[in-house]
């Protein structure tokens, strides 16, 4: 039972079919059937269940699936602390929201690429919520993510303190005044999206209807044309082109939300992750602790 065993039985698993499986590992089909029908013979169990649907796994194949994915994190894990020992640079996985990642991270990431030139940086932006789960599944190293997270297998460290502001059409100064308070929102997970909601709630000017945009360029044109209003960190909607094309208004009583590096507890963040920290702490606010 080897590595690249487990990763096609994994991969047949997670696709449901050997051609799909062949493609995915660049590899002929025929190879998949073979690694499979050995790994099937070397443990004395049927794997997979097989039919015009697909190949779906067995009882015994769930329980291999389980293994399986828990070996190959360890194994991932343990070549990047190899490689940081021998200081061969190696992958950082990064996981941001979508408006860290415009406001916020592009000096830090040049920054990042100049000090540690040798490091493979990976991007994904997505909600929190998306995030998070990427994070457990060890499919990111880090993730910067909107709010308080509180989970047994993560530490969450305050990194910024965003501003939230009311975003308006121009020449819009009270959101009463808009003839339909729509509401342009993240897909649900987004921590701005449930702040948004809450805040308008807690205003009484709940929304006649919420509508989902995918990108921040989205919700902000949909604003600018007079469609509606959304509710964003200052640092995002004050910047250029932004600025010019809404009206911002700070909140009642003010209103921000901190922003946090989340890593898991139990694997090691190795030079890279530590070396992204190190920036963080020297180019971002100082975080206030919670009340």
Avoid at 89 to 117: I, K, Q, S
Avoid at 208 to 216: A, D, F, K, R, S
Wanted: net charge positive.
């Amino acid at each position: 039972m080897d590595r690249r065993s487990l990763q096609t039985f994994r991969t047949v698993a997670e696709t449901g079919s050997v051609s799909a499986a062949a493609g995915r590992l660049h590899c002929v089909q025929s190879a998949v059937t073979a690694r499979i029908r050995r790994l099937e013979e070397e443990i004395g169990v049927m794997l997979f269940r097989r039919s015009r649907r697909g190949m779906r796994p067995t009882p015994a194949g769930e329980v291999l699936l389980d293994y399986a994915v828990r070996v190959l994190r360890l194994l991932d894990s343990a070549e990047r602390a190899m490689r940081d020992l021998t200081g061969s640079g190696g992958l950082l996985r990064l996981g941001t929201m979508e408006t860290t990642l415009a406001a916020r991270l592009p000096p830090l990431l040049a920054a990042f690429r100049r000090r540690h030139p040798e490091v493979r940086l990976r991007l994904s932006s997505g909600p929190t919520d998306d995030l998070l789960r990427a994070l457990l599944a060890d499919e990111l190293d880090a993730v910067l993510v909107g709010g308080q997270v509180q989970h047994p297998e993560l530490l969450a460290e305050p990194v910024f303190v965003e501003e939230m502001v009311l975003v308006m059409p121009p020449g819009v100064c009270d959101p009463a005044a808009l003839e339909e308070r729509l509401l342009f929102v993240f897909r649900r997970g987004c921590a701005y999206r449930a702040y948004a909601e809450q805040w308008l709630r807690r205003s009484g000017l709940a929304p006649v209807e919420i509508t989902e945009l995918g990108t921040l360029e989205g919700i902000l044109g949909c604003v600018a044309a007079g469609l509606g209003l959304t509710l964003l960190p200052r640092s995002v909607a004050a910047r250029p082109p932004y600025r010019d094309h809404v009206t911002l208004r700070s909140l009642a009583g003010g209103g921000s939300l901190v922003t946090v590096l989340c890593r898991h507890r139990e694997r090691p963040g190795g030079r890279a992750l530590e070396g992204f920290r190190d920036l963080l702490r020297g180019g971002s606010q100082p975080v206030p602790p919670p009340p």
